[in-house]
C-alpha cells in the first residue's frame, strides 16, 4: 500500500495516530509526515532536527508537521523553510486534510476562517490549528494497521482535565474525552481477527476515562468488557496510568486476570511531597510507594515502570534524593527520566529554576539508578522461562513483563512463544530456543 512517509515522535499515542495518517493519506507517495512530541523542548529540538534531515534526504518531498508540538507552537514550524504545512492534532485526524493537504481549498478557508477566529495564525496561509479546546470527540480513526509492530496500539481516550503545572499536553490535546465501550471492543475484534495477539490501551490519561460517558464508566469496567467481549485476545496491556486512579475494579483486575499483563507504567514524576504539591500532581509519595507494594504481593512478577521529572523548579538536594530513593522503593526497572525544561506558559516556568549543570547531574543520577535497578531484575529473570510475544523481525521480542528477549534462531513472527532464558547481553535476554 502506498502511503506517506511517516516520523513519529513521542508517546504510544502518537503511534496509534500515525498508524490512522498513513490510511488517511494513501496515495501519498511524495508527502512526510512528521508527528509531533511536546512533552520537553528536547522534544521539539529533535523535532525539528528531524525536519531538517527530512528535506535534506528528500528534497523534493511535501513535508507536513502535526501533532502536540503543532499544536502548541505552530509558529516555530510554520516559520521554517523546510516546512510546507502545519496541521493541529484535530487536523491530523480528518480525511480531508490529505485528500488536498496544500492546495486552496474549501478545507484551506474552512481552516484559515477558524485560525482568524482565534486571533493567532490566521496570517501564516500554510497553517492549520484549531481550538483543540472545543474538541468535544476522539478517536474517530482508531488505527487498524501497526506495519511495524507486532502489538496493536488501541486509542480508548484523548486530552487530560488535569493541569499538573509542568506540562503543556493538554493544550495540545485538549479536555479528556473518552471512546464508547462498544466501539473499543469492536475494533479489538478487528485486531485480533488481523492477526494481533496484544493489544495496549493507550490515551494521554487512560486511567480518567469514562466520566464523559453515559453511566461514567471507568477504565476497570472497559477492561472486563474488552476481556469478555474478545476472548481470542491473549494479552492486554496498559499505556502509562496515573497510580492515584486505580480503583479497586482495575486493581482487581491487574493483580489476578491472566491476560491482562503483569507491567504498569506510572505517572509517578517524582518523590518529594513538596515537589509534587508544587507540580499539582493528586498523589503523595506514600500513595506511590503503598500502590506498588499491594500490586507486587497481588501479584509478585509484575513489573513497574515510571515517568521521572529531574530538577523541577525549587527542587533542593533533600528532595531530589526522596526522588532517587523513589527508585528503589518501587523497584522501578522501566524508568523514562525527563531532564526539567520550561514549556512557555505553563505555571512551572514562571517558578524559580534549577541550574541546567544541576538538572543535567540528577538526571544522569537517576538513569543510573533505575540502570542498576533494572539490570538487577533482568538478571533475576536468566534461567525462566518467559511467555513472548514474537515481534515481525521473528529475532526479538517482549516478556508479558515487558522485558526486551533476543532469540538465536529466528520464531514465526507474531506468535506467542515460551522462551528459555539463558543469558544476558547489554539491556536484553537472551533465549537460545523456544521451549516446546
Not at 494513501?26 to 521539539?44: F, K, R
Request: aromatic share 4%.
Amino acid at each position: 500500500m502506498s502511503g506517506p512517509a511517516i516520523l513519529t515522535m513521542g508517546c504510544r499515542l502518537n503511534i496509534a495516530e500515525s498508524e490512522a495518517i498513513r490510511d488517511l493519506a494513501q496515495g501519498q507517495d511524495d508527502l512526510i509526515v512528521v508527528n509531533s512530541c511536546a512533552v520537553t523542548a528536547e522534544a521539539v529540538r529533535q523535532t525539528r532536527q528531524a525536519i531538517r534531515r527530512a528535506r535534506r534526504e528528500r528534497p523534493d518531498a511535501r513535508i507536513m508537521v502535526t501533532g502536540c508540538a503543532a499544536q502548541t507552537e505552530p509558529e516555530t514550524f510554520a516559520a521554517m523553510a523546510e516546512v510546507d504545512a502545519v496541521i493541529g492534532n484535530r487536523e491530523k485526524l480528518d480525511a480531508e486534510t490529505y485528500q488536498r493537504p496544500f492546495a486552496s481549498s474549501a478545507v484551506e478557508k474552512r481552516f484559515s476562517t477558524s485560525l482568524e477566529a482565534n486571533g493567532a495564525f490566521g496570517a501564516m496561509p500554510k497553517v492549520r490549528v484549531a481550538d483543540i479546546m472545543a474538541v468535544r470527540d476522539t478517536a474517530p480513526h482508531m488505527a487498524s494497521a501497526f506495519a511495524d509492530h507486532a502489538r496493536a496500539f488501541l486509542e480508548v481516550q484523548n486530552g487530560c482535565d488535569h493541569r499538573c503545572t509542568f506540562c503543556i499536553i493538554p493544550y495540545g490535546r485538549g479536555n479528556s474525552r473518552s471512546v464508547p465501550a462498544g466501539a473499543v471492543v469492536d475494533k479489538a475484534r478487528e485486531l485480533v481477527a488481523a492477526g494481533y495477539r496484544e493489544i495496549v490501551l493507550t490515551g494521554v490519561d487512560v486511567t480518567s476515562y469514562g466520566p464523559d460517558l453515559p453511566g461514567s464508566p471507568s477504565l476497570g469496567s472497559l477492561v472486563e468488557r474488552i476481556l469478555t467481549g474478545v476472548p481470542g485476545l491473549p494479552r492486554l496491556r496498559l499505556s502509562s496510568i496515573d497510580s492515584v486512579e486505580i480503583d479497586d475494579r482495575l486493581f482487581d483486575l491487574i493483580a489476578h486476570e491472566s491476560r491482562m499483563m503483569p507491567h504498569l507504567h506510572l505517572s509517578l514524576q517524582a518523590g518529594d511531597d513538596m515537589i509534587l504539591k508544587r507540580m499539582k500532581r493528586r498523589h503523595s509519595r506514600a500513595d506511590a510507594v503503598r500502590i506498588v507494594e499491594r500490586l507486587k504481593a497481588a501479584r509478585p512478577a509484575i513489573s513497574i515502570g515510571a515517568d521521572i521529572i529531574a530538577g523541577f523548579p525549587t527542587e533542593e538536594d533533600a528532595m531530589f534524593e526522596r526522588s532517587l530513593a523513589l527508585i528503589a522503593d518501587c523497584d522501578i526497572v522501566h524508568g523514562h527520566i525527563f531532564p526539567y525544561s520550561p514549556r512557555t506558559g505553563t505555571p512551572a516556568a514562571r517558578m524559580p529554576q534549577v541550574d541546567r549543570a544541576t538538572i543535567k547531574a540528577r538526571a544522569a543520577r537517576l538513569r543510573a539508578a533505575c540502570e542498576s535497578q533494572r539490570n538487577a531484575w533482568l538478571r533475576s529473570l536468566v534461567g525462566t522461562t518467559q511467555s513472548v510475544l514474537v515481534e515481525r523481525s521473528g529475532l526479538s521480542g517482549h516478556a508479558e513483563n515487558f522485558a526486551p528477549v533476543r532469540f538465536a534462531t529466528p520464531q514465526l513472527p507474531s506468535t506467542i512463544v515460551a522462551a528459555r532464558i539463558t543469558g544476558l547481553e547489554k539491556d536484553t535476554l537472551i533465549a537460545q530456543e523456544a521451549a516446546s
